[in-house]
């Protein structure tokens, strides 16, 4: 019986207790990340450079600045050989995945997105353009459900909302 059956476990390699351990990512996760990790590893060395990991982020869709790729990078790679093992590349990922953003880039991004709306400069949006946004963002919500939602927040009756209001419910 000897050869039959003894297919490799591409999986042999990875400590899967160890690294949800350390970034508290599912199984499955893991396994797709050991994928792009290993798709990048061209030259199957293990180890992706730190140089290049940059480029591999924005490949798999994550943005982060010079100065935060740079602090996660001394963070990761405790060794400082600027060779990012596998563990190391989950954890840099997890960043991404895992971590909600901090509520002063939340804030950040929602003046952003409300400055859009409000374009007059006055402070305000109107509940109709709230509804749309909200329409828009939760494609699964019915006539009823959006009517409900802007009777809780148009309590004055004014019509408007200010970015106190509009931060309150996109957070």
Avoid at 114 to 125: C, E, L, N, P, Q
């Amino acid at each position: 019986m000897a050869g039959h059956g003894q297919h490799v476990d591409p999986w042999a390699e990875v400590e899967f207790d160890e690294i949800q351990d350390q970034t508290c990512l599912e199984v499955d996760d893991i396994k797709v990340l050991f994928n792009c990790f290993q798709l990048f590893d061209s030259k199957h060395q293990d180890y992706l450079l730190a140089d290049d990991i940059d480029e591999v982020m924005r490949a798999m869709g994550f943005r982060p600045t010079v100065t935060e790729l740079a602090a996660l990078i001394e963070e990761i790679d405790e060794d400082g050989s600027g060779a990012i093992e596998f563990g190391e590349f989950a954890q840099l990922c997890a960043k991404f995945l895992v971590e909600d953003p901090d509520p002063g880039t939340m804030r950040a991004e929602l003046k952003q997105a409300f400055r859009v709306f409000d374009k007059a400069g006055t402070g305000f949006i109107t509940i109709v353009q709230f509804r749309g946004i909200i329409a828009e963002v939760d494609k699964n919500l019915s006539e009823e459900d959006l009517d409900g939602l802007i009777a809780e927040i148009d309590e004055d009756g004014s019509g408007t909302m200010d970015f106190e209001v509009f931060c309150e419910m996109m957070m």
